[in-house]
């Protein structure tokens, strides 16, 4: 069963810590999982619990700090093709919407914190009827101030008999919320450093970064990459600046609106930006393949926010590199090795621009449209090659998809106003 779920999501095959929690799943009722950011946990726990609830009929709950992490577990199961039914309870669906799905009884019911709390509170999920418990992220769910949520979630959840705690690091303190079991903990923070990540120095002449960085995006060969910054202004003033240098650029933080956030992550990921401008906001919980470069315009506090935030690249096994920029005159943070190499550069014409640009279609999941759905519509009715299609991402009542920017006019022209499983669509560049 479980090498079914592997093939369908087209994995050539597990890692060590994926294959160490198969083992340990059956065995134990409390499991913590350690394991750097970007190693595959999500699918490491997702595997042994598809094949739990399908053999003896498990509910489960699967509890993450944020709605994107929320939505990336859900995606991650239905890459599996398991059959199972499952749901979301997290903002960005209207409370009505998701009692109807609850009224439904998925076996796994996958959420944020406060909204799931709300749901037990009003007696639209019945939190007793769920056997497994899993916490991604824990230790963020904790930094991020959910204690008393999830205390109050665990008190509900009177028929748990597996309690299963992810976390990219060791720093988490779990002796609350086990109760008396022994806890089997699957410690792979301790391995040796991500040989696919290069660290790099790069040296501002002057204390204003922003001319340097400009110059050291230029070399980076149309290359996915992630700027991170400790503010939202200066997430804002460094987007506007590659913007205005002709760059694709998109910006992400806590500020934006969460459909704004979620357009961002999609521009992304999708490859229809190039450069993601953001806060420590996406430094965990995202799971954005084939990240080229991470630049640290600023350094951030703590080692473990630069660790996670170099997570994003080099993962799987992909190789990556993390630029630390310094102004000269400045000394490098005390928790960076004593020698990082310099990146010594000299600024190019080179322009960073996206392969595919993003294209709305006015019809989602309400409408019974599956991606499958989508991608037969875009090809056949724009007589599009597959590899024209690049991701797809399905909201409620309309989807997003990213179709290769020199195909992607004359496209939009055919598809806008042309039937999807029997209705009209609406079809533009997503705004």
């Known amino acids: 069963m479980i090498n079914e779920y592997i093939k369908n999501a087209g994995i050539a095959q597990l890692n060590e810590m994926q294959v160490k929690m198969q083992e340990a799943y059956p065995k134990n009722d409390a499991i913590l999982l350690l394991s750097p950011t970007g190693s595959?946990?999500?699918?490491?726990?997702?595997?042994?619990?598809?094949?739990?609830?399908?053999?003896?009929?498990?509910?489960?709950?699967?509890?993450?700090?944020?709605?994107?992490?929320?939505?990336q577990i859900f995606e991650v199961l239905r890459s599996l093709k398991s059959g199972i039914k499952a749901t979301l309870l997290c903002g960005g669906h209207s409370t009505a919407e998701e009692e109807k799905r609850l009224r439904e009884k998925?076996?796994?019911?996958?959420?944020?914190?406060?909204?799931?709390?709300?749901?037990?509170?009003?007696?639209?999920?019945?939190?007793?009827?769920?056997?497994?418990?899993?916490?991604?992220?824990?230790?963020?769910?904790?930094?991020m101030g959910f204690s008393s949520e999830m205390q109050s979630i665990n008190e509900?959840?009177?028929?748990?008999?597996?309690?299963?705690?992810v976390s990219a690091?060791?720093?988490?303190?779990?002796?609350?919320?086990?109760?008396?079991?022994?806890?089997?903990?699957?410690?792979f923070t301790t391995e040796t450093p991500n040989?696919?990540?290069?660290?790099?120095?790069?040296?501002?002449?002057?204390?204003?970064?922003?001319?340097?960085?400009?110059?050291?995006?230029?070399?980076?060969?149309?290359?996915?990459?992630?700027?991170?910054?400790?503010?939202?202004?200066?997430?804002?003033?460094?987007?506007?600046?590659?913007?205005?240098?002709?760059?694709?650029?998109?910006?992400?933080?806590?500020?934006?609106?969460?459909?704004?956030?979620?357009?961002?992550?999609?521009?992304?990921?999708?490859?229809?930006?190039?450069?993601?401008?953001?806060?420590?906001?996406?430094?965990?919980?995202?799971d954005i393949s084939q990240v080229k470069h991470v630049v640290h315009f600023e350094m951030p506090n703590t080692l473990e926010t630069f660790t996670h935030r170099n997570g994003r690249t080099a993962r799987q096994a992909a190789s990556g590199t993390a630029y630390v920029m310094i102004y000269r005159e400045h000394k490098m943070p005390e928790f960076l090795p004593k020698k990082i190499d310099e990146y010594k550069f000299e600024p190019t014409d080179n322009v960073l621009k996206s392969?595919?640009?993003?294209?709305?279609?006015?019809?989602?999941?309400?409408?019974?449209?599956?991606?499958?759905?989508?991608?037969?519509?875009?090809?056949?009715?724009?007589?599009?090659?597959?590899?024209?299609?690049?991701?797809?991402?399905?909201?409620?009542?309309?989807?997003?998809?990213?179709?290769?920017?020199?195909k992607a006019f004359a496209a939009i022209k055919k598809l806008d106003g042309a039937k999807i499983k029997g209705g009209k669509a609406k079809v533009e560049i997503a705004k």
């Open 156 to 165: 509900s959840l009177t028929s748990v008999d597996k309690r299963i705690f």
């Open 106 to 143: 998925p076996s796994i019911v996958i959420g944020t914190p406060g909204r799931v709390l709300d749901h037990i509170r009003r007696q639209t999920f019945a939190a007793s009827a769920i056997n497994t418990w899993v916490v991604d992220e824990f230790d963020k769910a904790l930094e």
């Open 40 to 71: 595959g946990k999500t699918l490491a726990f997702l595997l042994p619990l598809c094949a739990d609830v399908v053999k003896n009929g498990t509910n489960a709950l699967i509890l993450s700090p944020s709605r994107e992490l929320s939505q």
């Open 195 to 286: 040989d696919n990540l290069k660290l790099m120095r790069v040296t501002s002449p002057e204390k204003d970064k922003l001319p340097t960085l400009q110059g050291l995006v230029t070399t980076f060969n149309n290359e996915s990459t992630i700027v991170f910054c400790n503010f939202r202004d200066t997430v804002e003033r460094v987007a506007s600046a590659l913007e205005k240098d002709g760059h694709d650029v998109v910006v992400y933080h806590g500020k934006l609106e969460q459909k704004d956030r979620e357009r961002a992550l999609f521009m992304f990921a999708s490859g229809c930006s190039a450069i993601l401008v953001t806060t420590d906001l996406a430094a965990r919980g995202l």
């Open 355 to 406: 392969e595919f640009t993003p294209i709305y279609i006015s019809r989602g999941k309400k409408e019974k449209i599956s991606r499958g759905d989508v991608a037969g519509f875009v090809i056949k009715t724009a007589e599009l090659a597959k590899e024209d299609v690049g991701m797809i991402l399905l909201y409620d009542h309309y989807s997003h998809v990213a179709i290769r920017s020199d």
């Open 169 to 187: 690091t060791s720093s988490v303190d779990i002796t609350p919320w086990t109760g008396e079991k022994p806890v089997e903990t699957l410690d």
